[in-house]
């Protein structure tokens, strides 16, 4: 359900909206002290707020005060002024102040559904909005402003116009596809095709004929001419993903291939040049490899004229958040959900998270999570991060903590009698009620109404 804040003095109408608006989650605020403390708490995309607020509910100051505060503490909030009839000056000089629109009491429940509908709709657009704007940042798809991000996009930017042999490193799932994708973007050559192929996914025998294509009758079952892979990218790039897994028996022909620039396929005697960009990427040490002699040592010179490494999620920082986000909007598409952000600890853990499967595992665990997440807030526990990931309560959290334990404690010690309960914690009757809301304790309530 959506929430909105309403920010009214007059407890009749509090309730009046209770009952009418039962579309929204409504939380209430009576003054500016807790209008405020209830926007930390809710961060709600929308607020009504009548202007006449104590301690000068006959004028508007305290109410346009309010406002410039919310606007301060979240700008992108739609603030609804609620003004008296026809109290035009105020309503006017509070929507040149920001606010979103105004209605004039009487409230008319009909028209005040309408305004809110239409305040969240613009800010679901404008989230939206920031999401993709977020997601085009660098280079297209590859979302991310980190230190580490922007120097290896500026580096693509350096590398595409040439046509340097570019060797990609960086563990799986850090986006290795994504920057060769890139740099052919980016490159003269971004007209022709971008032919990709994994070294480690193709059985031995069959590599050869993938990559150097096969003459009618090589072996059996080969019916027709076939072309490979390089010659498929001919005038276009090549990317020769995990290289590191290509046999030594194959890397020679490769090596012949990088350094003359022609082909011949399985079969065939005819030399054939090809015009191909080669990108090659791997998650694997290669400098160690070719002191194993697993990998040839002037195959390894000749991929890699220039290497670029790409980071692990872990070490981008914020980025986390930002790919995040722009991945939750993308599933929110894709599964027509309404999912509309990430709990604070889902944040904290995804931040402290180790991401061994980097972008890909971050992918995974958000898909499944839009998927069965229960409320419009994705947990930790939603996106498979349990609480020891997240380290560092805030301190609300610690405080909300301890102030739920104490409440159900002292009940309990109280047999669910609310007085007992508060005069045990030292606090007054109405107190422990106003907590018992804030914290959503509500089944302490009814137990007593049932007594
Ligand atoms: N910076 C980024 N922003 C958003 N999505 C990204 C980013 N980098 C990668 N991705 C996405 O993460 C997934 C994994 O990326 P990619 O396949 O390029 O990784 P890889 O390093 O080549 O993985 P592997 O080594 O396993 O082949 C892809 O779906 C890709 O679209």
């Not at 993938?210 to 276009?236: R, S």
């Not at 047999?415 to 007054?428: R, V």
Request: glycine letters at 6%.
């Amino acid at each position: 359900m959506k929430t909105v804040l309403v920010i009214e003095d007059d407890i009749g109408i509090q309730k009046q909206l209770k009952w009418s608006l039962p579309d929204y989650e409504l939380v209430f605020a009576q003054d500016r002290a807790s209008a405020l403390t209830q926007l930390r708490r809710y961060e709600p995309e929308v607020v009504t707020l009548d202007l006449g607020l104590p301690p000068d509910p006959a004028n508007a100051s305290e109410g346009l005060a309010c406002l410039h505060e919310i606007l301060t503490l979240q700008p992108g909030c739609k603030v609804i002024v609620v003004t008296g009839s026809n109290d035009n000056e105020h309503a006017l000089k509070a929507i040149a102040l920001g606010a979103y629109d105004y209605y004039q009491k009487p409230i008319d429940t009909a028209v005040l559904t309408v305004i809110l509908d239409r305040a969240f709709k613009l800010s679901q657009l404008e989230i939206e909005n920031k999401a993709l704007r977020a997601a085009n940042l660098n280079n297209a798809d590859i979302i991310g402003n980190s230190d580490a991000m922007a120097k290896a996009c500026r580096t693509v930017e350096k590398i595409a116009p040439t046509e340097i042999t570019t060797l990609l490193l960086g563990e799986s799932g850090t986006g290795k596809e994504v920057f060769a994708r890139a740099i052919h973007r980016q490159s003269p050559r971004n007209n022709k095709a971008f032919v990709a192929i994994n070294c480690a996914s193709i059985p031995e025998n069959l590599l050869e004929s993938e990559l150097f294509g096969y003459e009618k009758g090589a072996f059996t079952g080969a019916n027709k001419t076939t072309l490979g892979k390089i010659e498929c990218a001919n005038g276009g790039t090549l990317l020769l993903d995990e290289i590191g897994d290509m046999p030594l028996s194959l890397q020679a022909k490769m090596l012949r291939f990088l350094q003359e620039r022609v082909i011949e396929r399985v079969g065939g005697r005819q030399e054939i040049e090809v015009d191909v960009r080669v990108i090659c990427a791997t998650h694997r040490n290669l400098a160690e490899m070719v002191t194993e002699q697993s990998f040839r040592e002037d195959l390894y010179y000749r991929i890699s004229e220039i290497t670029l490494l790409i980071p692990p999620l872990r070490q981008r920082g914020h980025d986390i958040v930002v790919i995040a986000k722009a991945l939750l909007n993308k599933f929110n598409h894709e599964f027509n959900t309404q999912i509309q952000g990430f709990t604070e600890s889902a944040m904290q853990a995804m931040l402290q998270y180790n991401w061994p499967g980097n972008i890909r595992e971050l992918q995974n665990k958000l898909k499944s999570a839009v998927i069965l997440a229960e409320s419009k807030y994705i947990s930790a526990e939603d996106i498979g991060l349990s609480e020891q990931h997240s380290k560092t309560d805030t301190l609300r959290k610690v405080r909300e903590q301890a102030e739920t334990g104490a409440i159900r404690h002292a009940y309990t010690l109280a047999n669910g009698n609310l007085s007992k309960t508060a005069d045990a914690l030292g606090i007054t009757r109405p107190t422990l009620y106003a907590l018992i809301d804030k914290y959503r304790l509500h089944d302490l309530r009814s137990i007593e109404a049932e007594t």
